[in-house]
């Protein structure tokens, strides 16, 4: 028996079909998005066991371990823009099932890393696969929904990533209690296979009919300018020295590679990046919106496991349990932040979405060593509250803002706008970090050997590690150490607030209040002919 809830609408571009199967569609693209978010977040819980030297782990400095995590977002927004146009001309699910081959095998192949050069190799190639599947899926999700239903789909989609952080550092918490380092990458190929299989069963098929020409040269220029800025901006922190020749000549060789990129992409006839949906504020407004607030999220979950399990001692599968306030937050708020947004409008809800994470950052300026624990977990849930008022309107915004056989450039612009801007947190705060605590506590280093003193003053992890080679020698340079990270980490999370604070004024003045009364129908046609 069917209810009129399983018909599509009339005069639905839908197929009968399709439309009945759109939620069980929905699941399995929230499946496929939760392997490529649980990665992340998995190797956030990680990053401390790598760091520890062999056999643990695999020794990673500070900077291995920021490139580990930058490899794979630098070359996931480099890709993105060619993915969609990729996935629009042959297909989304075709894409979709090659970016989760990939994924799975360069996962397979990173559990393997006998080296961090190697680890970070292999995510780089994890990245390309995720750059496939990324796009693909909110791009299918605006083929099989209704227009009226998209904000509802969106909401839950936006859910699934509270899901993989809530997920995905308990999981790995788990696995490096009982096994090594590496599984918390090859748990992702059992995933892949139960994807892959749902997906040729359930998902359709759907392209542009009119989609553009793939544009090698702007990608290579994207990528390219992106790397040598990273790589800059985390020399830089490694050094602690941003006034370094190696260091200015890197980062403006990536501004000037980036603005190359631009003028190219502005003077294409087949642009990777339209830079004339620019000039529609609104989207702008939204883009910047998500670019921000990841920039200042991805650089403070950074150094906060460093902060719960170095400084505060817990293990990875209890810091992994700490984040769960975080992941519930998004859960419970992603799916319903429409409803405020049909309250207050979307600026009202994304502006004080943006000021309650930069609170939250700021309360992260405050933390001691015995800070008590319950006040850190309603920061993650307040965070996380934040979030989900942020994300859920924008992701609206942006993929109503073009037209649906669009939806691939769409998706993989906010992707990579949310990419580049985790992965330029995690390099400017996470340098940021690296500069402040080896300022702090390279004076307490004065009475170990000139080589052994440069490598303990690379992080808190390097420095406790040499304590421990020294046995009661060094439990001298444990607490400097541990007051050294703390002032770093206050320094960074204040940094984070300012950057929240800034996304905060820019929606404040670009992103549209809440429609009058009688308008609310005439809002998703607006946003189209803005963008058109």
């Not at 390309?128 to 209704?146: D, H, K, Q, R, S």
């Not at 303990?456 to 020294?470: F, R, Y």
Request: glycine share 10%; aromatic share 8%.
């Amino acid at each position: 028996m069917t209810t009129p809830a399983d018909h599509a609408p009339p005069g639905s571009r839908i197929p009968e079909a399709v439309y009945r199967r759109r939620w069980a569609i929905l699941g399995v693209l929230m499946l496929s998005l939760l392997i490529v978010v649980l990665d992340n977040s998995i190797l956030n819980v990680a990053v401390k066991t790598i760091s520890t030297p062999a056999p643990v782990g695999l020794g990673a400095t500070q900077s291995q371990l920021e490139w580990a995590i930058n490899a794979y977002t630098l070359v996931f927004a480099g890709l993105l823009f060619t993915a969609g146009l990729v996935g629009d001309r042959l297909g989304r699910k075709k894409v979709l099932i090659g970016g989760l081959l990939v994924f799975g095998i360069g996962s397979a192949l990173a559990a393997e890393s006998g080296s961090a050069d190697a680890l970070i190799a292999f995510r780089a190639l994890m990245a390309l696969g995720a750059a496939f599947v990324m796009p693909a899926t909110l791009a299918v999700l605006m083929n099989v929904f209704e227009r009226q239903e998209q904000p509802k789909a969106i909401g839950i989609w936006a859910g699934g990533v509270g899901l993989a952080i809530a997920i995905g550092p308990i999981t790995g918490g788990v696995l490096l209690d009982h096994f090594w380092w590496g599984s918390v990458f090859l748990i992702n190929v059992p995933i892949v296979i139960i994807a892959l299989a749902l997906m040729f069963w359930l998902v359709p098929d759907s392209r542009d009919p009119r989609p553009g020409r793939l544009d090698p040269v702007g990608v290579v220029l994207s990528v390219v300018g992106l790397v040598l800025l990273v790589y800059g901006i985390i020399k830089g922190g490694e050094l602690a020295d941003f006034t370094d020749t190696k260091v200015l000549v890197t980062i403006f060789a990536g501004v000037a590679v980036l603005a190359g990129f631009v003028i190219y992409e502005k003077r294409s006839d087949h642009p990777s990046l339209d830079v004339t949906y620019f000039k529609n504020k609104v989207f702008s407004a939204a883009m910047a919106a998500i670019a921000l607030v990841f920039f200042a999220l991805m650089g403070v979950t950074f150094f906060s496991v460093f902060y719960t399990q170095s400084v505060r001692g817990y293990s990875p599968l209890q810091s992994g349990l700490l984040l769960l306030p975080l992941a519930a937050a998004q859960m419970i708020f992603a799916p319903r932040a429409r409803l405020v947004v049909d309250r207050i409008g979307n600026k009202a809800t994304t502006a004080g979405g943006l000021v309650l994470i930069a609170l939250t950052l700021g309360a992260f300026a405050t933390f001691e060593a015995d800070t008590p624990i319950w006040i850190l977990e309603v920061v993650f849930f307040l965070m996380g509250t934040g979030m989900a008022h942020i994300m859920t309107p924008t992701s609206v915004v942006i993929m109503q803002a073009l037209p649906r056989e669009k939806a691939g450039s769409a998706s993989a612009l906010s992707n990579t706008f949310r990419q580049v801007g985790g992965a330029l947190g995690i390099a400017v705060l996470g340098s940021v970090l690296s500069a402040s605590y080896r300022n702090g506590i390279e004076g307490k280093l004065g009475a170990l050997p000139p080589g052994l003193r440069d490598t303990a003053g690379e992080s808190i992890e390097a420095t406790l590690g040499v304590a421990a080679k020294l046995g009661a020698q060094g439990k001298a340079l444990v607490t400097p150490a541990n007051d050294a990270f703390l002032h770093a980490m206050h320094t960074t999370a204040l940094c984070g607030a300012g950057v929240a604070l800034i996304g905060a004024v820019v929606v404040t003045l670009f992103l549209p209040g809440k429609p009058p009364a009688g308008q609310q129908g005439d809002r998703e046609q607006e946003l189209v002919v803005a963008a058109e």
